[in-house]
């Protein structure tokens, strides 16, 4: 939050500073009408502001002349810029109607051509410079019938090194105040010019900025019709853009000095009216809880009077009432932020991005108000405060709409493939339809609510399921190839079996939940010492993971009654989660206590800890709060399902309090707390229950270790030797093709690095971000061989960045994974992979599948490699040509040196016509902008490159066809053709006829 406000307020202090920025003040010595500009060096401080004391003459319209023939009687001095609305004249206190002659005579002006940027007077001036008219805007008078106009000009002279008189008539019976009320600046006539053209400039910037946004937004309406904020914020940005054009620099009365002045003036009091209320509404249709509907009429109503008021009165009976006016506005822009500070309390979404830019437009409009009131004479600011609201607010609105319809489209998405699936098992359960009309009800509603986490699922469990059947098939596949398999494959193959059985064995028990088939084998067992046991049993694993277990238990003992079994295959999965989060250094810490007539056990750990945002479906089942092909760990998301549910069955309940890791980075974990009932009152009477004694436990658990944990997935051993592996691939053999192979499983990582061993270097990594690390330190890879689903950065990702990179792109990329549906093949290959290779996979088809690729890659260079050849020829011939040509500064030597290189490149062409050589290429060589090549090579030949080429090419094949019996086809792909339909295709529009036909004409001949 504080950084936002932050850059809100350093974007309206430049824009203060460009508004007040321009003008320096040098040493002027100023008396009342008369100022000396001999110590002010215009060069260095710019335009000189005539904020002076002028001669002023009261209701008198006096030309120079008048001057001379006798000084007529001045009214006073009277401060410019200014109105002279309440001024003394000696006979009375001036009102807004009458006349007046403002004079100012400058003193040592430096000799030179200068000018004065003049802007709008109310309501009609004169002005000379000296004896010279040289600007006027409408018709002065000394009565109402006056004709007002506001067009600032830019006007020039030259002083000869005389003083300057600068005089001006000024009449006004239109508008409620009268006079010069903007400033004039005198300086060189470049600086003046550069004034007036940069104003200009700026104004039609900010017109041209917040139109398009207003037509942006115009658009989102009309395909959003619904969000109609979109609409509001659309008409407020047309409004201050129409404004533009009628103030500051008046662009639309410059290019229309014609257009009736009322008209103007009301227009712009509409576009204030507008601009308030628009933007009022556009804040009520996105908070509309916060503000209040019966004060947002008041304000609405409030402006439609004062509109109504301006269409049918005059411009200077509006021109009064209009600072009651900027009184509504100023109470309307303190409302938006009382209500926008509610908003940010009641945590609506971007409440404090919109807070902060309306702070910002509501400073400016009382900058605006103050200088429309001649409070103080700041300049006009909102056009700009609005453009940097305007920019910062569509990128939120269009975050926000975007989201929106991007979540609309997912779940479209999600009911058609629902729809579809039901569609599916409706065609296949036909016959069983009569007796199963409640299941398959119950199962479609079922797809409904959870088919976009079946559909994860089961992707997860194929991932699960292939990965350890990839372990096991690839080393008995080379073991029955011939290969011997030493002790470390039998230890591979039998972890990968167990994984692999662990993971059936919980599908299997989530089966026989959902079927309602599940019994619990019930007896009375002390929880402490179970709870002493279990971590016993994972002691060695959490020191190889470098990770410290801890358990506390009270001495005295808790008899419980549970299916020892099921309760084993709680720990077990628990014992899995936090294994798979905790980093190497963290912490894993089981407790137990009485609280009442229950056990609760606290099983905790400092992993990454789960978003807030997950926690509320953790339990449910398929889902899990790490998704996506980068998960951070290997999962399906069954396994916090079944600790529910076999808790559950317990008579007990599952909480779980977390920290993640970027909401807490020094503080982060999660903490699951198990309450299980003591007793077995609450167990008694079930049908689900069986009561057994201590006899049948030790057959019903499969034990490892221990004896009482069946087997924790996902805590592999350390990879010991992937590092000595790696080494071995890369010591004396760096003359051979590198392999980066990218898997986040340390045991297929491994595998895979052994196949490839020998025949290349092989780099083995964890993750994307470890492939981009080996890339930027400079390692030469040929191939990359890489899993999809990774933690950190996945196969997606990787592919993408290499692809985005000029040094990397050219690497040939090959997927390695689980996912073999043709979705995921279908992105891998649009996103650039050259090939998809599915798990499990045979070895001698991966170690082919590489190979081919590595010669794919060895031709793609040497056609590289011969084609650069073919152009540092024509390079060398172009120079040499150019040495010995004309020379340069000779009429005409452009011309005859662009002709020789042009000759230089036909030539070229003419003898390497069958290759493919570009238009880029070409104009690359000759050092010349693609278009400009383009048109000189049209000047010179009289045709386009393709047609100059396809012309050689076709009279190429014209020879061949009459002089040979090879096939068409063939002739056209010799001839440089790339498919036989663009040869005929060319060759009918040169010819008239087809190659066919053309070669039956020429047999008929002969």
Not at 857 to 866: T, V
Request: proline share 4%; glycine share 8%.
């Amino acid at each position: 939050m504080p950084d936002i406000f932050k850059i809100y307020l350093i974007l309206l202090s430049a824009c203060l500073m460009f508004s007040c920025s321009g003008e320096q003040r040098g040493h002027i010595a100023s008396h009342p009408g008369i100022i000396d500009v001999a110590g002010y060096d215009f060069n260095h401080h710019g335009p000189v502001p005539l904020n002076f004391n002028w001669e002023f003459y009261w209701q008198q319209l006096l030309a120079p002349g008048d001057f001379r023939t006798g000084r007529p009687g001045i009214t006073g001095y009277i401060k410019v810029p200014g109105v002279w609305n309440g001024y003394n004249t000696g006979r009375g206190i001036a009102c807004g109607d009458g006349y007046a002659t403002y004079r100012l005579h400058i003193k040592n002006l430096p000799a030179g051509n200068h000018g004065l940027k003049l802007p709008s007077m109310a309501t009609a001036y004169r002005l000379w410079v000296n004896d010279i008219e040289l600007a006027s805007n409408g018709k002065v008078t000394t009565g109402p019938d006056m004709k007002p106009q506001q067009l600032p000009l830019a006007v020039f002279f030259e002083t000869g090194g005389k003083d300057v008189v600068i005089t001006i008539q000024v009449s006004n019976y239109l508008s409620d105040k009268g006079g010069i009320w903007e400033k004039i600046l005198l300086g060189t006539e470049e600086q003046i010019l550069k004034k007036r053209i940069l104003g200009i400039a700026f104004d039609l910037m900010l017109f041209g900025s917040i139109l398009i946004m207003s037509l942006y937004h115009f658009a989102l309406y009309f395909f959003r019709k619904n969000t109609v904020f979109t609409l509001y914020f659309g008409l407020v940005c047309l409004v201050i853009s129409l404004r533009i054009l009628i103030t500051g620099e008046f662009f639309l009365i410059y290019l229309e000095p014609g257009i009736d002045w009322s008209i103007e003036i009301k227009t712009e009091f509409i576009t204030v009216y507008g601009g308030f209320t628009f933007f009022l509404l556009f804040l009520k249709s996105l908070y509309g809880q916060e503000f209040s509907s019966r004060v947002v009429r008041l304000f609405v109503i409030s402006s439609l009077v004062f509109f109504l008021f301006t269409l049918f009165f005059s411009v200077k009976t509006t021109a009064i009432l209009l600072p009651v006016y900027h009184g509504i506005i100023v109470a309307g822009f303190l409302y938006m932020l009382y209500a926008l500070v509610l908003a940010i309390i009641s945590g609506r979404e971007g409440a404090p991005y919109i807070l902060a830019g309306c702070l910002i437009l509501t400073i400016v409009v009382v900058n605006d108000i103050l200088d429309s009131n001649e409070v103080i004479n700041s300049g006009y600011l909102f056009p700009v405060g609005l453009l940097i609201f305007i920019f910062s607010q569509s990128v939120i609105l269009a975050r926000i709409f975007s989201s929106s319809v991007r979540r609309v489209e997912e779940l479209s998405g999600q009911l058609r493939e629902s729809y579809n699936r039901i569609d599916e098992y409706n065609r296949d359960l036909e016959s069983m339809i009569a007796e199963r009309t409640m299941e398959l009800a119950a199962a479609n509603k079922k797809l409904r609510d959870l088919d976009r986490a079946k559909t994860d699922f089961f992707a997860n469990v194929s991932h699960e399921l292939r990965t350890p059947l990839t372990l096991i098939l690839a080393p008995v596949e080379e073991a029955l190839a011939g290969k011997p398999m030493d002790r470390d494959y039998l230890e591979l193959i039998h972890r990968s079996g167990r994984n692999l059985l662990s993971l059936i064995n919980d599908l299997l028990e989530v089966s026989r939940i959902t079927s309602g088939n599940i019994m619990l084998d019930v007896t009375e067992i002390d929880f402490c010492k179970l709870l002493r046991d279990c971590c016993a049993g994972m002691e060695s694993t959490a020191k190889l993971k470098g990770i410290t277990l801890s358990c506390y238990t009270p001495d005295s003992g808790m008899p419980v009654w549970i299916d020892r079994k099921k309760i084993a295959n709680v720990m077990s999965n628990m014992f899995s989660n936090s294994f798979k989060f905790t980093a190497p250094g963290g912490k894993i810490e089981l407790s137990c206590r009485a609280d009442k007539d229950d056990v609760v056990v606290r099983f905790a750990d400092t992993g990454c800890g789960i978003p807030a945002g997950k926690i509320p479906v953790i339990f449910d089942r398929f889902v899990q709060a790490d998704t996506g092909t980068a998960r951070s760990g290997e999962g399906t998301g069954i396994g916090l399902s079944l600790v529910r549910d076999i808790v559950e069955l317990h008579g007990g309940s599952v909480q779980v309090e977390s920290r993640y890791v970027d909401d807490y980075p020094g503080a982060h974990g999660s903490a699951f707390i198990l309450r299980i009932p003591a007793g077995k009152n609450h167990l008694e009477g079930r049908s689900d229950v069986i009561f057994i004694g201590d006899d049948h436990l030790a057959d019903d658990v499969h034990c490892v270790g221990s004896g009482l944990l069946p087997y924790v997935r996902g805590v592999n051993p350390p990879a010991a030797d992937e590092a000595s592996v790696m080494a071995g691939t890369c010591t004396d053999e760096s003359d051979l093709p590198a392999v980066l192979v990218v898997e986040d499983n340390s045991d297929l990582r491994n595998l895979v690095a052994g196949m490839l061993a020998g025949s290349y270097v092989v780099y083995a990594v964890s993750d994307g971000r470890e492939a981009i690390s080996v890339f930027e330190s400079g390692v030469e890879v040929d191939l990359v061989l890489s899993d999809i689903m990774m933690p950190g950065m996945d196969g997606h990702a990787l592919l993408m960045w290499m692809r985005g990179s000029e040094k990397f792109s050219g690497i040939p990329f090959v997927f390695l994974t689980a996912r073999a549906d043709s979705f995921m093949k279908i992105e891998g290959l649009q996103l650039g992979a050259v090939d998809y290779v599915t798990k499990p996979f045979n070895s001698d088809e991966l170690l082919l599948r590489v190979r081919n690729q590595m010669e794919h890659k060895k031709m793609r260079n040497i056609l590289r490699r011969n084609y650069n050849r073919l152009l540092a020829k024509l390079r060398d011939g172009v120079n040499d040509h150019t040495v010995t040509g004309d020379p340069v500064n000779t009429p005409g030597s452009h011309d005859t040196r662009n002709s020789s290189r042009m000759e230089q490149v036909c030539a070229f062409i003419n003898e390497h016509y069958t290759e493919e050589i570009t238009r880029d290429d070409l104009a690359a060589v000759l050092n010349l902008n693609p278009d400009t090549f383009s048109r000189l090579f049209n000047q010179h030949t009289g045709t386009s490159l393709n047609d100059y080429v396809s012309r050689l090419r076709i009279e190429e094949a014209k020879k061949r066809l009459t002089g040979t019996d090879d096939p068409v086809t063939r002739i056209s792909l010799d001839a440089g053709f790339d498919s036989i339909r663009t040869f005929n295709r060319a060759f009918k529009k040169l010819t008239g006829i087809s190659p066919v036909e053309y070669r039956e004409r020429g047999a008929v001949k002969n």
